[in-house]
């Protein structure tokens, strides 16, 4: 069946009182992203408490549906046909022929929910179900009614015009990017800060982000492996500035300046720092890392707070109670495991202490950045100075 309209319903949204408006404006700024490069023309604008999408041309369906449950903020995407009000005697062939076409199999249950938004249309909502599910029996002798779990449960929302549907297409929920900030994003190649990227750009933030590369230690490829993750990201969260921040004398003046076994937490702290003045250039409102408690050496209680103690804004962490089997499952339904799991090596692989302490004390760390004191700030400043930035979009 060809739809001439999807009919988009969002959540959280509808309680937002007064400043519901300025929601739904930013989700229909996001669904007309979501779509702009596919063939087809596609009119979206919003109507009680609705998003529409009219569609004309020649256009891909389970693309568009594919693109729309990309849009933070969508609850329900329902492929609707539209039909300009001719009358209920109209209405009722309308839906009989709607069911004809999409269950050519005729052996299944049904119900009406009519919705009458348009009062002065001559029917109620009660009235609407009963006359529409006995033109739907009249025409289909096999088909049965079933109020409470029935097989098919086909809407009809009277508004404007009419728009008769039975699939609503779970969206991924959240809140429209943009509506709640933008947030500074440490993404590294593996599985888990695109993750968080993903989880708290659903909750309105926007995203930038940083990555520390390390050549010769790590290869090209090994930033391509990062600049397709934030592509993948990207398809959710819309596009996002990559800083691109190469690290390798910073880290090897730490590898030969500090204990080894202090080497990530140090190592980490200089990330946060140098992330942190990204973020305030560009207004972000905290940080974003990937990190769970307890998942490795510099994920500990105490290591957390070490790394923490470096940063003035907030640094949030979706993950921080969930398991790595939790992780991944989130990271194969978004797209992002198939590239993280690839054999690219980043920077925080590469000077690994074989011992690393697990419970740092933050005055012993301090003391032993002192010996540091020489050259960090100048690395610093060049690592910040010669950033790659890149704008990476959807894949």
């Keep these: 069946m060809t739809f001439q309209t999807f009919l988009?319903?969002?959540?959280?949204?509808?309680?937002?009182?007064?400043?519901?408006?300025?929601?739904?404006?930013?989700?229909?700024?996001?669904?007309?992203?979501?779509?702009?490069?596919?063939?087809?023309?596609?009119?979206?604008?919003?109507?009680?408490?609705?998003?529409?999408?009219?569609?004309?041309?020649?256009?891909?369906?389970?693309?568009?549906?594919?693109?729309?449950?990309?849009?933070?903020?969508?609850?329900?995407?329902?492929?609707?046909?539209?039909?300009?009000?001719?009358?209920?005697?109209?209405?009722?062939?309308?839906?009989?022929?709607?069911?004809?076409?999409?269950?050519?199999?005729?052996?299944?249950?049904?119900?009406?929910?009519?919705?009458?938004?348009?009062?002065?249309?001559?029917?109620?909502?009660?009235?609407?179900?009963?006359?529409?599910?006995?033109?739907?029996?009249?025409?289909?002798?096999?088909?049965?009614?079933?109020?409470?779990?029935?097989?098919?449960?086909?809407?009809?929302?009277?508004?404007n015009e009419i728009y008769i549907y039975s699939q609503i297409i779970p969206g991924p929920g959240g809140m429209p990017v943009g509506t709640n900030g933008k947030a500074m994003l440490l993404l590294s190649g593996g599985i888990d800060s695109p993750v968080a990227g993903y989880m708290i750009s659903k909750r309105g933030v926007g995203l930038e982000a940083t990555y520390f590369h390390a050549p010769p230690y790590t290869s090209e490829r090994a930033k391509q492996k990062v600049v397709d993750l934030a592509a993948i990201v990207a398809r959710y969260a819309g596009p996002i500035k990559l800083n691109v921040v190469n690290f390798t004398d910073i880290q090897l003046y730490i590898y030969d300046q500090c204990p080894h076994d202090e080497l990530t937490i140090i190592m980490r702290r200089y990330m946060m720092k140098i992330a942190q003045h990204f973020a305030e250039e560009s207004g972000c409102l905290g940080l974003i890392t990937g990190e769970s408690i307890g998942q490795v050496a510099s994920q500990t209680m105490q290591s957390l707070a070490a790394t923490n103690e470096v940063c003035t804004m907030p640094v949030y962490r979706p993950l921080i109670g969930f398991d790595k089997q939790e992780i991944v499952e989130?990271?194969?339904?978004?797209?992002?495991?198939?590239?993280?799991?690839?054999?690219?090596?980043?920077?925080?692989?590469?000077?690994?202490?074989?011992?690393?302490v697990t419970k740092p004390n933050i005055n012993i760390i301090k003391k032993s950045e002192e010996k540091l004191a020489e050259k960090i700030d100048e690395l610093v400043q060049t690592a910040i100075d010669t950033v790659e930035v890149i704008e990476v979009r959807r894949s």
């Design 330 to 356: 989130v990271s194969e339904k978004i797209g992002t495991y198939g590239t993280s799991i690839q054999p690219f090596e980043d920077c925080c692989t590469i000077f690994v202490a074989k011992h690393p």
């Design 8 to 159: 988009l319903k969002y959540g959280e949204i509808g309680i937002k009182g007064k400043n519901r408006h300025l929601f739904e404006d930013a989700l229909v700024r996001q669904v007309r992203y979501a779509l702009k490069d596919l063939d087809g023309e596609f009119e979206v604008h919003k109507s009680q408490a609705r998003i529409y999408v009219d569609c004309e041309g020649a256009y891909d369906s389970d693309e568009v549906i594919e693109r729309l449950q990309t849009v933070f903020g969508l609850v329900g995407i329902c492929p609707v046909v539209r039909k300009a009000d001719q009358g209920f005697e109209q209405l009722k062939k309308d839906v009989v022929a709607f069911m004809d076409e999409m269950y050519p199999d005729k052996n299944i249950t049904f119900k009406v929910e009519a919705r009458r938004s348009r009062k002065s249309y001559p029917l109620n909502s009660m009235e609407i179900n009963c006359k529409a599910g006995e033109a739907v029996l009249d025409a289909f002798p096999e088909i049965r009614v079933d109020v409470h779990k029935p097989d098919v449960l086909l809407h009809i929302e009277v508004r």
